[in-house]
């Protein structure tokens, strides 16, 4: 038995208004899924980009301390030296036959430190 006209044109038109009325729910869900997605990203970057910061900052402390280290270094070293060259000076003119001292600096001239003021 056949089933009459207006029964399958209703059934059909009724599947498509169904289908319609889902993708028209599915259009936001997709819209918020996408927002969600967006805003746990943009979360997830501030929160590297905070951590990042905070370890630029400690790296950036660290420099400065050891910048202070290696100047206070390479002052003591130039006081040593000096002393090194006033004390060879004492030495020889005591008699005392004494070589140079060894170079402080990789760039210092052999036989010279500077002089004792």
């Known amino acids: 038995m056949a089933l009459p006209d207006w029964v399958l ?4 038109v009724g599947t498509a ?9 599915v259009r936001p869900e997709a819209r918020k899924f996408r927002d969600d997605g967006a805003a746990g ?6 929160a590297i980009v905070a951590a990042v910061e905070h370890e630029m ?3 950036r402390g660290e420099l400065t301390e050891m910048r202070t280290w ?19 000076t004492r030495a020889r003119a005591a008699g005392i036959d004494v070589p140079h001292p060894p170079k402080l ?4 001239e052999d036989a010279t430190h500077g002089s004792m003021p």
């Open 57 to 59: 900052a400690a790296l």
């Open 105 to 108: 600096y990789d760039d210092e």
């Open 9 to 12: 044109i209703s059934g059909i």
């Open 70 to 88: 290696r100047g206070g270094l390479e002052r003591r070293l130039r006081h040593h030296a000096r002393w090194d060259d006033l004390m060879v």
């Open 41 to 46: 990203l943009t979360t997830s970057a501030g």
């Open 17 to 25: 208004i169904a289908s319609a009325i889902g993708a028209l729910r």
